[in-house]
């Protein structure tokens, strides 16, 4: 059997399958990222558990840099009325914003991920200064958060988690 972090630990199936694809597993591309953000952003202020549950209508409404970049007043005032998501527009116009810059670091590195390797940032402090100084509603908790999900800080899992051996 194994042995969870303790957000997974004696949780439905939703904590699991986060735990076991995404927490502290390396992102896929630069869309990855970005939703992983999203999710993120999107919890501020709310329970991990109403955004996993409301994950798979996040990443449709979120579906990739390059699509939400070109989000217009039509689009956020559909998305203000999906009930899939969380319908905060700070939280929206914060994700076409970011979209946006990622495009931006894309052109400049090549991906945001080479951004984000490029950086010599050695704690959460660096990291969180940097985010603030690049993305919108990324404040200390949802950098650590991204960060630690995607490896660029350690913490993602517990001692005893599976996952960390």
């Not at 956020?76 to 946006?100: C, D, F, H, S, T």
Request: net charge positive.
């Amino acid at each position: 059997m194994k042995s969870y972090c303790s957000y997974a630990r004696n949780r439905d199936d939703h904590h699991k399958e986060h735990h076991d694809t995404e927490h502290g597993v390396p992102a896929k591309d630069d869309d990855d990222l970005f939703r992983r953000l999203m999710l993120e952003i999107s919890q501020a202020g709310l329970s991990f558990d109403t955004i996993l549950k409301k994950k798979k209508t996040i990443h449709k409404a979120f579906p990739s840099v390059k699509k939400v970049a070109k989000y217009e007043e039509k689009e956020i005032l559909e998305l203000m009325q999906n009930p899939g998501i969380i319908r905060n527009k700070l939280k929206i116009n914060a994700a076409i914003y970011n979209a946006k810059k990622i495009i931006e670091l894309q052109k400049e590195h090549g991906s945001f991920k080479k951004w984000l390797d490029k950086q010599e940032c050695r704690n959460k402090e660096e990291w969180v200064k940097l985010f603030k100084k690049n993305f919108k509603f990324t404040g200390g908790e949802i950098t650590n958060e991204f960060l630690m999900s995607t490896n660029y800080l350690p913490g993602a899992h517990d001692d005893d988690c599976y996952m960390k051996r």
